[in-house]
């Protein structure tokens, strides 16, 4: 983190990635190994958010973190 962004770097190719607030959020919980279910139901408790937008949110983030090859596929 720095001055309260958190960033991610990608070592393959050097590209900083900088993360919201919320994707940082998930990004903690992903690093400790929590599921994406157990995400969503953790973000409903920090933010003002149904089960069903913090669903999508972790969704689409993981899919982008996949597009960059941050993170491997799920199956």
């Known amino acids: 983190m720095i001055d309260g962004v ?3 770097v990608d070592s393959r ?3 900083l990635h900088e993360l919201s ?5 998930i990004w903690k919980l992903l690093e400790k190994g ?3 279910d157990k995400i969503a ?5 920090a ?3 149904s089960l069903g937008e913090a669903s999508r ?4 983030f993981m899919q982008q973190l996949q ?3 941050l993170i491997a596929k799920t199956v």
């Open 47 to 49: 933010y003002e958010v």
């Open 57 to 60: 949110d972790v969704d689409e």
């Open 13 to 15: 190719n050097s590209t």
């Open 67 to 69: 597009t960059y090859g």
């Open 6 to 8: 958190a960033f991610v």
């Open 41 to 45: 139901r953790q973000i409903t408790d």
């Open 34 to 36: 929590e599921k994406p």
């Open 21 to 25: 607030e919320t994707g940082s959020f």
